[in-house]
């Protein structure tokens, strides 16, 4: 379990902080007509920013390097 953590330790941290930005959001922006998909909820809200937060951590990731499996 702890390798698992140590592994996916910016993944886990980017849905974390995503999550609690949308939630962050949600109660000091949000929709209060309840027209607004995802600002009019926080399920929804917090969902969308666990969501950005776990693709915008997936950028930091280190490309590895192609193989050139004896291509000429």
């Known amino acids: 379990m702890r390798q698992f953590f ?4 910016w993944r ?3 849905i974390g902080l995503g999550a609690l ?3 962050l959001y949600w ?3 949000g ?5 607004c998909p995802i600002q009019s909820n926080w399920h929804t809200s917090t969902l969308y920013g666990a969501l950005m937060g776990y693709l ?6 280190k490309k590895q390097p192609k ?5 000429v």
């Open 6 to 9: 140590q592994k996916h330790k």
């Open 12 to 14: 886990i941290l980017g």
């Open 21 to 23: 930005a949308g939630y």
């Open 27 to 29: 109660y000091y922006i």
């Open 31 to 35: 929709c209060t007509s309840g027209s």
């Open 56 to 61: 915008f951590s997936d950028l930091k990731k």
């Open 67 to 71: 193989e050139d499996h004896g291509k």
